[in-house]
């Protein structure tokens, strides 16, 4: 309060004086009051956990999120699957809109795995996402073996192949429930699987299934399990020179009885000797192996490959043929 104020109050009786400082008091709380609501008003108010949790967990796209398409990671089986298919493609030395409709059938039999093993790996839960697109790709890759099927003259040797690789997926599917999915075991059978496209193209193709394309089934089965031992070579826990070398032996013992039994070509059968260099080579630089990156390994894997289909595919061009 101002001078004059004082000089007025001086003049008052004590109980005036005490009734004024009660008022004035008052009337400060009350206007502190009023200016901590004026401030608060102007904050935006909070949201509620519902409505924030909404805001969250439901933004715009989210369904398409949570539905997008699974594709594999694996991305040495898809070289697998391509090579071996050519192969049985170069066999037959023609392609057709049915070797193209086995091309799909196979690929999409292949992207079908890849959500059956995460469901499964899921256990008890259900994933809508896995089983959409298993049964996307399930359900592409199982009419279309159901068309060539149809159409088929030789039912019976299109229904071994669609048997061998049915039986693979359930084994494989047992095995990744028993956690047992990086075994020598379960990676041969998948990789014996995927093989298959190659005389599901020549079958497809030629409406035949003779021994020499069952006998290419087995040497790319050979070929390719070989990197199962290389890769694993990678890691101190699986490192095996032993296998690898008993693998390689057996392996190689297979192609020549393939050679002398008149399943395969000679020059053909020698196709597996790329598989052997390239284990001799890791072998010589181990170290490296060992320590260089995976898209090195990828890279020379994709190499070894390559150079084995030209070289299979060269052999079964009319000259090299009986």
Not at 45 to 72: C, F, M, N, Q, W
Not at 125 to 136: A, I, Q, T, Y
């Amino acid at each position: 309060m101002g001078k004059s104020g004082a000089k007025a109050n001086a003049g008052l009786p004590a109980k005036t004086k005490l009734s004024v400082a009660v008022h004035l008091t008052t009337e400060t709380i009350a206007l502190q009051k009023n200016h901590h609501l004026v401030c608060m008003s102007s904050q935006p108010a909070p949201l509620s956990k519902s409505t924030a949790a909404l805001s969250v967990d439901t933004p715009r796209g989210s369904i398409l999120a949570e539905y997008r398409p699974t594709v594999s990671p694996e991305h040495g089986v898809y070289v697998m699957l391509l090579v071996s298919f050519l192969t049985g493609a170069a066999a037959a030395q023609q392609w057709t809109w049915t070797t193209t409709l086995a091309l799909i059938c196979a690929f999409s039999g292949f992207q079908a795995e890849h959500p059956l093993t995460l469901q499964i790996k899921q256990r008890r839960s259900w994933k809508p996402r896995f089983l959409l697109w298993m049964g996307v790709y399930g359900g592409a890759a199982i009419a279309i073996a159901a068309y060539l099927y149809w159409r088929s003259s030789e039912r019976e040797a299109l229904l071994l192949i669609y048997s061998a690789a049915l039986a693979a997926t359930l084994v494989d599917g047992v095995l990744v429930w028993q956690r047992q999915q990086k075994s020598v075991l379960n990676e041969l059978i998948t990789f014996a699987a995927v093989c298959l496209s190659a005389p599901l193209a020549y079958q497809v193709t030629t409406g035949a299934l003779p021994l020499s394309v069952i006998g290419l089934w087995i040497l790319n089965t050979l070929f390719f399990s070989s990197a199962i031992f290389s890769v694993k070579l990678r890691k101190v826990r699986t490192a095996s020179v032993m296998s690898g070398g008993v693998f390689h032996a057996l392996a190689t013992g297979i192609a020549v009885l393939l050679w002398q039994m008149h399943w395969l070509m000679p020059v053909t059968a020698a196709a597996f000797g790329v598989a052997l260099l390239k284990f001799g080579f890791i072998l010589w630089r181990k170290d490296w192996y060992c320590h260089t990156k995976i898209q090195s390994v990828a890279m020379l894997e994709t190499v070894a490959s390559l150079l084995f289909l030209a070289i299979v595919s060269l052999s079964l061009l009319p000259p090299y043929q009986y």
